[in-house]
């Protein structure tokens, strides 16, 4: 049983008769969100030996929290459907019940940092993560009697369309700052470098096909698991996977060019604009680079202050830091971002004002 689907029954048979003997009117959504494999539907048995088996998200109004949480950690069961419902983390050393009870509110701002009923400008939204937004958005919902989650993970379908251009654009301009680079390095005998500059330029080609799909990129352990299952940008793999896998610089190049023509097409596609060719040579040296005209023409139309007001290569966070302990904290988040901004709008999330 996926972890998922041992949500669903622990909710059916324990979570939710204990929630209709107590408060049979109760407003709530329920399901599996959060961190973990199981949230997006990729667990399996190695999945299984730590933070794996009885665990549901339960938002409810924000006076029945503690009593909620506290009822469940009296009358639950000891196990359901054969799994211990209560039980260690690697977080949380104690054996206790792991139904997080929260609002709907205090989710998107565990989650995403953000309000989430409130206005978000152009920075609050380079702000999230791909997985921060999977972690509301990617697990099922097995009840929404309010809506309001509801409502939320339908506001985090997609980037606002100009936020949408701009973090592409961002993508092109990461390719074309070190697409002649995979020559140029080789050619000094610098063979590793042009290897790590492959795989830095592969990788930014993979989250360039999520964007264009329309698709929230997940954390690294998944990324190339679920690239491969979209529909037109995950065709690139094998030419990816033949970049970094190259032994001579000038098939390197000459694959990852392959890809990004071919993600050029996708984005054609996607109905953002795309000139003839992503890539030309550069200057008069014997490499190819990404070519002006993609990135001026995705950015010639933004009409947003904030996004005008950036670098071009400054776009999402995940676009500016890969840094791990950055990425998983909303706080450091915001503050990153909105430095990496030099100090455009108010901070992400910040509710009021600039930050001094």
């Known amino acids: 049983m996926r972890g998922a689907e041992l949500a669903a029954v622990y909710y059916a048979r324990a979570v939710r008769p204990l929630l209709d003997r107590h408060w049979p009117e109760l407003p709530h959504a329920a399901g ?10 990729l667990d399996d048995e190695v999945s299984r ?66 309000d989430a009923t409130g206005p978000w400008d152009a920075l609050d939204w380079l702000s999230l993560t791909g ?54 390095t080789a050619e000094r005998g610098d063979d590793l470098g042009s290897r790590l500059i492959t795989a830095r330029l592969a990788r930014v080609a993979v989250h360039l096909g999520f964007l264009l799909e329309r698709t929230w990129p997940p954390y690294a352990k998944w990324t190339g698991t679920l690239f491969d299952r979209l529909p037109r940008a995950g065709a690139v793999g094998p030419l990816l996977s033949a970049a970094v896998r190259a032994e001579r610089w000038p098939e390197r190049e000459a ?34 680079g990404v070519a002006d005209d993609v990135v001026a023409r995705l950015r010639a139309d933004l009409r947003d202050p904030q996004l005008r007001a950036l670098p071009p290569g400054v776009g999402s966070l995940e676009q500016c830091v890969d840094n791990v302990d950055v990425l998983v904290a909303t706080e450091r988040r915001g503050a990153l971002l909105w430095a990496a901004a030099g100090g455009v709008g108010r901070a992400p999330g910040g509710g009021g004002g600039d930050r001094p």
Do not use: I, K, M, N
């Open 49 to 114: 030996d730590h933070d794996w088996g009885l665990r549901l998200t339960l938002l409810v109004p924000p006076g029945h929290v503690g009593p909620v949480d506290e009822a469940l950690a009296a009358e639950l069961p000891a196990e359901v459907a054969g799994h211990p419902a209560r039980f260690a983390t690697t977080s949380d050393p104690t054996a206790r019940h792991r139904v997080e009870v929260s609002t709907v509110a205090g989710v998107a701002t565990a989650r995403l940092g953000l």
């Open 255 to 288: 694959a990852l060019v392959a890809a990004l023509e071919d993600l050029l097409g996708v984005q054609r596609a996607a109905g953002l604009p795309a000139p003839e060719r992503a890539t030309e040579p550069f200057h008069d040296r014997p490499y190819r």
């Open 131 to 184: 997985q921060a937004v999977l972690e509301v958005t990617a697990g099922p919902v097995l009840t929404d009697t309010a809506g309001e989650l509801t409502r939320l993970r339908e506001r985090l379908t997609w980037y606002p369309d100009e936020v949408w251009r701009h973090v592409v654009a961002c993508d092109w301009v990461r390719l074309q700052q070190e697409l002649p680079f995979v020559g140029r």
């Open 32 to 41: 599996r969100w959060g961190a973990g494999s199981d949230v997006l539907g």
